[in-house]
Every structure is written in structure tokens, then in C-alpha cells.
T-cell receptor, first 112, second 111 residues
């Protein structure tokens, strides 16, 4: 598609389970970002990838969170041993070489 | 750590009036600022940006003002319309790609 695609759009899981969230960026975009947005709150930076450079992981809240980007395109955000406080909307964005960020519609995660 | 914040969490304006949304930033090294609009259930959408070598930039019905002396920027929306109702975020970069967002201001437009 023409925009950033995220899946699943909604995920309900039990505490302690692992989850994977997927992001398909806009074709040709070199940078990919993950943000977390709790209800009624701002966007919390998690991680970004730029080309073949090492990702900036400075926003990951704990070692339960990890992300990878395969082939410079698709990215997966993995949350291990989910906790209730992980419940949020996880937003992915991509950009071309430092330009404006184009966001997907997010993956809403609910941890019971 | 460095952060970008907003003075007003909510703003209510009458349709047709002008809106001003304010944002304070703390990282004096930030050189690029962006405003995003987020409608309910959607991802943020780019509105307008400004680099630190400018103090004003205009778009269609929107103007961004940057005051580096007091580390403040604002978004002005002319002739506010019901479709402008959304949450508005300012964001900043300090020369790299890492983009930090503020807490957001919710704009209500009364018909």
C-alpha cells in the first residue's frame, strides 16, 4: 500500500505472554520509528532505525522490549512477558532521510 | 532528560476564530521542529515544520512561530474549522533523526 501499515490493529493478551507487532514502512523510506502512546498521553519514543546504522534503542523501557528491522524494510517490535502497564497503542512511522514522519494507525495492545 | 512540553492541555475555540497552540522545549541543541495533528483513532499527521534558522513559516491556514531565545514555538490556525478538532503535538530533533514529541494539546472547535 501507499502508507505505513501496522498489524495487528488490535491485540489482547494475557499477562506474561509475548507479543509481536509488525510494521511495513513506506517503500524507499530509510528511517523507521516506534513510539508508544498511552491513553490520552503523548508519544513516547522507543527506538528508531536509519539505513544500515545501528538502531537508537535509547527509548526502550526495559529489556523485555526489542525490535528488529529486516532487509531495511519490515520491522517487528517484540514485548516479552507482557505486563499490564504495557497496554498502549504502539505507533510506527517511517521517513525518507530525515524528512517528515509518516505514521501508521497503530497497534492497540491490551494486557489482561 | 530533554523534553518538549505544552503550556495548555486543552483549548476550546469558536468556529471561525483563530487558534494558537503553544509549546515549550528544553533542548537548546534542537534545530528542527514539527507540528503534528492526531485525530481520534489515527496516527499523527504532519502539519508544518520549521528549522532553527527561521522564526516563522506559513502554510495553508497555519503558521508556526519559533522563538529560540525563550525556547518556545507556537502553531497558529486561521479561521478554525470543526475539522481542525484534534490533538496537536509539537516535536523536535537535535540534528539527528531521533524525534521527541511533547504531551499534546486537545483542540475543541465549537460550532
Amino acid at each position: 500500500g501507499a502508507g505505513v501499515s501496522q498489524s495487528p490493529s488490535n491485540k489482547v493478551t494475557e499477562k506474561g505472554k509475548d507479543v509481536e507487532l509488525r510494521c511495513d514502512p513506506i517503500s524507499g523510506h530509510t528511517a523507521l520509528y516506534w513510539y508508544r502512546q498511552s491513553l490520552g498521553q503523548g508519544l513516547e519514543f522507543l527506538i528508531y532505525f536509519q539505513g544500515n546504522s545501528a538502531p537508537d534503542k535509547s527509548g526502550l523501557p526495559s529489556d523485555r522490549f526489542s525490535a528488529e528491522r529486516t532487509g531495511g524494510s519490515v520491522s517487528t517490535l517484540t514485548i516479552q512477558r507482557t505486563q499490564q502497564e504495557d497496554s498502549a497503542v504502539y505507533l510506527c512511522a517511517s521517513s525518507f532521510s530525515g524528512g517528515e514522519l509518516f505514521f501508521g494507525e497503530g497497534s492497540r495492545l491490551t494486557v489482561l | 532528560g530533554e523534553s518538549v512540553g505544552l503550556h495548555l492541555p486543552t483549548l476550546s475555540v469558536q468556529e471561525g476564530d483563530n487558534s494558537i497552540i503553544n509549546c515549550a522545549y528544553s533542548n537548546s541543541a534542537s534545530d528542527y521542529f514539527i507540528w503534528y495533528k492526531q485525530e481520534s483513532g489515527k496516527g499523527p499527521q504532519f502539519i508544518i515544520d520549521i528549522r532553527s534558522n527561521m522564526d516563522k513559516r506559513q502554510g495553508q491556514r497555519v503558521t508556526v512561530l519559533l522563538n529560540k531565545t525563550v525556547k518556545h514555538l507556537s502553531l497558529q490556525i486561521a479561521a478554525t474549522q470543526p475539522g481542525d478538532s484534534a490533538v496537536y503535538f509539537c516535536a523536535e530533533r537535535d540534528g539527528g533523526f531521533k524525534t521527541i514529541f511533547g504531551a499534546g494539546t486537545r483542540l475543541f472547535v465549537k460550532a
